[in-house]
């Protein structure tokens, strides 16, 4: 067989282009609230997808390096707050320090949700999860949740990632 067809380790220039290629894919915005023991946090995260129609399941993409990692390995729950398009201030809140050295639920209105997870005021939807699996891809765990509860405030429209909204 001739060409170059079977797939290589990447050079280091073509992973950065491969970075680059894949910004082109779409993303909605969500707050991923977690909890283990006393210690709450959020993070936002726009690597999050349904998974399964029935039962309902969810998974996100969490970075091995966050605090978020740590309370979504140690907990059971979690809850995908799918931020309205109003609601960028916010994301950048939670997405832009860590909850090891700052309390982002602090000023910020929420309640606990049935999972006991926080669920944050004037979003979109809420999606409270039990973990039932987590998967390790790459430098990121894909947690899977099956969906406990839900509710959809449909007055409000869900944000799309835009990142030159976050990173302009
Ligand atoms: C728009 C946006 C999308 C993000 N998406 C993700 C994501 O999908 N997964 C992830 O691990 N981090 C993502 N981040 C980065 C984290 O939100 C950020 O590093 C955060 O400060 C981690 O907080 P923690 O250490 O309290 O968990 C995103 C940040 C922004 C602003």
Redesign the pocket.
């Known amino acids: 067989m001739s060409g170059s067809a079977s797939p290589t380790l990447d050079e280091s220039s073509t992973m950065s282009e491969h970075q680059n290629n894949l910004r082109a894919m779409n993303?909605g915005?969500?707050v991923?609230t977690s909890q283990w023991g006393d210690k709450v946090?959020?993070?936002?995260?726009?690597?999050?997808s349904q998974v399964s129609l029935m039962p309902p399941m969810v998974a996100?993409?969490?970075?091995k390096?966050?605090?978020?990692?740590?309370?979504l390995s140690g907990g059971e729950h979690f809850t995908v707050n799918v931020l309205a398009d109003d609601q960028v201030s916010l994301?950048?809140h939670?997405?832009?320090?860590?909850?090891?050295t700052?309390d982002?639920l602090g000023g910020v209105e929420w309640k606990p949700g049935v999972n006991g997870v926080p669920r944050l005021k004037g979003c979109r939807a809420w999606i409270e999860c039990r973990k039932i699996d987590s998967l390790s891809t790459g430098d990121?765990t894909l947690f899977i949740g099956e969906v406990l509860a839900s509710e959809l405030d449909g007055a409000k429209t869900g944000q799309v990632?835009d990142?030159g909204a976050?990173?302009g």
């Open positions: 993303y915005v969500y991923v946090n959020g993070l936002t995260a726009a690597w999050a996100v993409a969490i970075d390096r966050w605090y978020s990692h740590e309370l994301g950048k939670f997405g832009s320090k860590s909850g090891r700052t982002k990121h990632y990142r976050y990173y």
